[in-house]
């Protein structure tokens, strides 16, 4: 499976932006999938992830109640929904594939995600 993240850019905090995360050369309902971001100097780190079905969502406490992750697996396609950004969310956000449908073992943990995008690079200015 390979995906493809896009939808980044510059935005003013406060503003808002949807990221996608489309998959090729197989299907993505087979897989849960995470939004994961890095900032400049600073470790992957999780930001929110959804179950094969989409009934299932989790966030990182950072972005809670601002973010949305959404899912259509027929068109092989993953989304977050970012408003009210922050300076703090600047970074380069990645997709990629847990090999648990219901997100089962520790799904924040990015060593335990499989395929990856290439990253979508958000800036956010003052």
């Known amino acids: 499976v390979q995906l493809q993240a896009s939808g980044g850019g510059l935005v003013q905090a406060g503003g808002s932006l949807r990221l996608s995360c489309t998959a090729s050369?197989?299907?993505?309902?087979?897989?849960?999938v995470g939004w994961f971001r890095q900032a400049p100097g600073k470790e992957r780190e999780f930001v929110a992830a959804?179950?094969?079905?989409?009934?299932?969502?989790r966030y990182a406490d950072s972005v809670k109640g601002r973010f949305i992750i959404s899912r259509d697996n027929a068109k092989n396609t993953v989304w977050l929904r970012m408003i009210n950004l922050k300076l703090e969310d600047l970074a380069v956000y990645y997709c990629?594939?847990?090999?648990?449908?219901?997100?089962?073992?520790?799904?924040?943990?990015?060593?335990?995600?499989?395929?990856w995008g290439q990253g979508t690079l958000v800036t956010v200015s003052s």
């Open positions: 959804i179950s094969w079905s989409g009934t299932m969502t």
């Open positions: 050369g197989g299907n993505l309902n087979n897989y849960a």
């Open positions: 990629a594939t847990h090999p648990h449908p219901y997100l089962d073992g520790n799904y924040q943990s990015k060593d335990e995600y499989t395929y």
